[in-house]
């Protein structure tokens, strides 16, 4: 193959990275024998990546106002405990969805404000908690050189074609004692969907990211795993300074390490799901992705499914897999044996929003083992 440009040490040295899974699915897959980043080849097109944003992603993201509320105080928490957010005077969030985030930063006293290319979103949040969201994409938006005193985005740069040039933008952007608050997906905690996608132009590492924020002339106070999620805190550095690289042979390692955890995963999940074929009828709650890679996996027309719950008003009435979409309030009239919590990043939320149907006999059926976080 034409070896691609990496978008870290922009050397040519990208190797084929076998993921174990169809192309079809989840496109090739390289790492730079340079530097260790991973990313996708070749990117999607511009084109193609707005449809996503515009068509899938407002649909599909999309959480309830309550678990939607409860991450973006996780957030504001973990980022009291890091800075005085009371002399942020100006805070812009990219890709900000509905605006829960934003939200919480005004209750917290703190200005802020949110640009977003889903332009559905972009007006559910300013309708439904008055914030200022501007629908667009960040490349549109207007540059303002040393406006910022904090810039955050949360599961946005893994999908930018250019991330290096993201970085380097939102540091122009910035004050000299601003704050840059992010999150990505990492190879962490495994879920059904796998963190290597077409819509992923890459996918990052803690040393990856951390060198890609160094190369952008930023420093990093704060970098951990909080399961699938990679947390960092970062501000302009007042030097440049050179990054340092991972070795790619241990890369592809934790690679190799999350795929094997992934097989036991879903191994687990197919375990519930055959003990639930002879059971009477049951309910899907989650009409999101979550629930269409399940049925990759375990075709779910092998269960007496009659229903699928979900929180996000704009899809009650519509179907999923043939099967209709209903407000969870139904469920205080619904008469099924089981629910399947078809969700990983909201599982423990969701469960205890519905803690009240144990009370009726009713299973709630988990996908996942872990209990959850922020």
């Given amino acids: 193959m034409n070896r691609p ?21 989840v496109g090739y897959n390289v790492i730079c024998e340079i530097c260790g980043l991973i990313f996708h080849y070749p990117a999607m097109s511009a084109e193609e990546m707005k449809k996503f944003y515009v068509d899938d992603y407002s649909g599909n993201y999309s959480a309830s106002e309550t678990i939607g509320r409860d991450m973006a105080r996780g957030r504001i928490a973990f980022l009291q405990q890091q800075i005085d957010i009371s002399k942020v005077e100006t805070a812009l969030e990219i890709g900000c969805a509905k605006g829960e985030f934003l939200s919480e930063l005004n209750i917290a006293g703190v200005p ?7 332009q ?5 949040g300013s309708n439904t908690y008055g914030v200022k ?31 290096l ?32 996608k077409a819509i992923h132009p890459t996918t990052f590492v803690a040393e990856t990211l951390t060198a890609m924020l160094v190369e952008a002339e930023f420093e990093v106070l704060h970098s951990a795993e909080n399961g699938y999620h990679l947390r960092v805190l970062a501000k302009p550095a007042s030097l440049p300074a050179t990054p340092i690289y991972p070795a790619a042979d241990v890369v592809k390692t934790r ?17 519930k799901m055959q003990c639930l074929i002879h059971k009477g009828t049951g309910a899907i709650y989650g009409a999101g992705l979550n629930t269409l890679d399940l049925d990759l996996v ?24 043939g099967l209709p979409i209903q407000d969870p309030a139904a469920l205080q009239d619904w008469n099924g044996e089981y629910v399947i919590i ?17 009370a009726r006999g009713v299973e709630l059926i988990t996908l996942y083992e872990w209990n959850g976080h922020e």
């Fill in 5 to 25: 440009t990496c978008n870290l040490c922009r050397s040519h040295a990208a190797a084929p990275l076998d993921i174990g899974e169809p192309a079809a699915k």
């Fill in 112 to 118: 802020a404000e949110g640009v977003e290319p889903s």
């Fill in 120 to 124: 559905a979103m972009a007006g559910l």
């Fill in 133 to 163: 969201i501007t629908g667009s994409v960040y490349d549109d938006f207007p540059l303002r050189p040393g406006y910022y005193d904090l810039m955050s985005m949360f599961h946005v740069l893994e999908h930018v074609s250019d991330p």
């Fill in 165 to 196: 040039s993201m970085l380097q933008r939102i540091k122009k952007e910035l004050k000299p004692d601003g704050y840059l608050f992010l999150e990505v997906p990492t190879i962490a905690e495994c879920q059904l969907a796998i963190v290597f």
């Fill in 255 to 271: 690679v190799y390490t999350y795929l094997a955890e992934r097989r036991r995963v879903v191994e687990g999940i197919l375990g």
């Fill in 298 to 321: 375990f075709p779910l027309k092998q269960l007496k499914l009659d229903a699928v719950f979900d929180s996000d008003t704009r899809k009650h009435g519509n179907t999923i897999l």
């Fill in 342 to 358: 078809s969700s990983y990043a909201f599982q423990a939320e969701i469960v205890r929003q519905l803690e009240y149907l144990k």
